[in-house]
């Protein structure tokens, strides 16, 4: 990255698209990107920029809003321009007007229950045609018609633990697993247990990270953005917005007014925010390792008992 301001680096990526840049502010909040609102002769917008590596993220963003915004029910930003100039990766989009990070009451739910039913797949594919992200870790999204719970445990579950397994901490996934249990284990326990609580599920498009901080209200309207879509079970999604936080209390109410959550909800809640804390884990460490191995060693368990 060169030595100019991060004003002049703006400046150079809006006039490549026929923009003059007036005014810039830097929003907080983002701990992978810098991110700002710009104001031009043309209107507001709003850019993601990193390092030059980091087009690929950007290029899955975009591909992951384009499809959020071809489902509609939820508002989300639309993506204009994805690039590279000098060393500046970057993506630009369209600002969500009087964004509140206040989900609002039941509005969110019943929002997020017309979109998973809007983006229901006809056909039984699961994963998605690009590469996304979950913050900074790649996704598997590798499309195949396998049932869900074996896709689920393969390229989510499995993918997760063998990335940890890869990283520079290597000592990571020893702090992870029970003494004696390895990543084929926690494979075959995840599968078997969504072979009882998932059977038939239908792929819906997903948001793939939607906790708290990358949802809102922009013009009274329920809203997301930084996605990381696939397709897979839609109550992936509700279970994220109960994972950290954020949401209406009342939200699995109101989305159950409009898609029925299933019986099992429940105890799929468990397994698929699995995926996240073992996220957190890679990317922050400290105490998602234990509650990381706190959840598995129950999943394992309960795997064992329906065995029985």
């Known amino acids: 990255m060169d030595h100019d301001t991060p004003e002049k680096r703006l400046a150079k990526i809006l006039h490549a698209h026929g923009l003059t840049l007036n005014e810039v502010k830097a929003c907080g909040g983002g701990c992978i990107s810098g991110g700002y609102i710009v104001t031009t002769t043309e209107g507001e917008y709003f850019i993601k920029t990193n390092s030059s590596s980091f087009l690929r993220n950007f290029e899955a963003e975009k591909a992951s809003l384009e499809a959020l915004a071809s489902v509609g029910a939820m508002v989300c930003p639309s993506p204009l321009y994805c690039g590279v100039l000098d060393d500046d990766a970057y993506l630009l ?27 229901e797949r006809s056909e039984r594919i699961f994963g998605f045609p690009t590469q996304t992200f979950c913050g900074a870790t790649p996704l598997d999204n590798t499309e195949t018609d396998d049932p869900w719970p074996r896709w689920f445990a393969k390229h989510r579950i499995g993918d997760i633990l063998q990335q940890i397994e890869k990283g520079t901490d290597k000592f990571l996934l020893e702090r992870i697993l029970p003494n004696g249990v390895c990543i084929a284990d926690i494979e075959k326990a995840v599968e078997a247990l969504l072979n009882i609580y998932a059977p038939d599920v239908r792929p819906s498009l997903l948001h793939g990270d939607l906790w708290g901080g990358n949802a809102g209200i922009s013009n009274r309207r329920p809203c997301f953005f930084d996605p990381g879509c696939y397709y897979g079970d839609a109550e992936v999604d509700v279970a994220t917005t109960q994972l950290f936080g954020g949401f209406p209390s009342n939200l699995l109410t109101e989305y159950s007014k409009v898609r029925k959550l299933s019986p099992n909800y429940e105890e799929k809640e468990a397994l698929y925010n699995l995926y996240h804390i073992l996220n957190h884990a890679l990317m922050f460490g400290g105490g998602y390792c234990s509650e990381a191995r706190a959840m598995i060693k129950k999943i394992l368990e309960k795997a064992r008992m329906q065995h029985k």
Do not use: D
Not at 93 to 119: D, N, Y
């Open 93 to 119: 989009m369209t600002v969500l007007p009087h964004l509140s990070s206040a989900c609002g009451k039941g509005e969110f739910g019943a929002k997020l229950a017309e979109f998973h039913i809007r983006g």
